[in-house]
């Protein structure tokens, strides 16, 4: 069972998260900057989102989107990463974290998603989901 009630609200929820991430904070730039686009491909609950300088998309929409990095993973890890409560490198070696890509581009968006993690423990305070994991 997935540490998100249901699809809808990981999608409120990150459709949210994304949109402010590049509009209030210096990702939407960077990201810009960077060229970089990135599908994640999440299962449990199962939901798909892209996201480039524009905003996110989901589900057929993001589907339609040719990315530089696809980023495959659960949606328990999911929230474990915003929480910075994941290490990259062994989630990455256990493929419990699956990217596809230029290896250097998925190394430049790591950096790049700090402000949302900094951002993440409002929403998880907003949508009911737990801190302490």
Known sequence: MSVFKDKEMAKELFGDLWNKMIKETEFGPKLKQSGITILFVVDD????????????LFDDEAKAK?????????????HKYWLKKVNIPKALA???????????????????????????P????????????
């Open 66 to 78: 040719v990315p530089v990095v696809t980023m495959k993973m659960n949606g328990d890890m999911v």
């Open 122 to 133: 409002q929403y998880c305070e907003k949508f009911g989901l737990p801190t302490n994991i």
């Open 45 to 56: 609950p199962d939901i798909v989102m892209y996201v480039d300088e524009n905003g996110v």
């Open 94 to 120: 256990m493929r419990q974290i699956k990217a596809k890509g230029p290896v250097n581009k998925v190394l430049q968006i790591l950096p790049l998603l700090k402000p949302g993690q900094e951002l993440y």
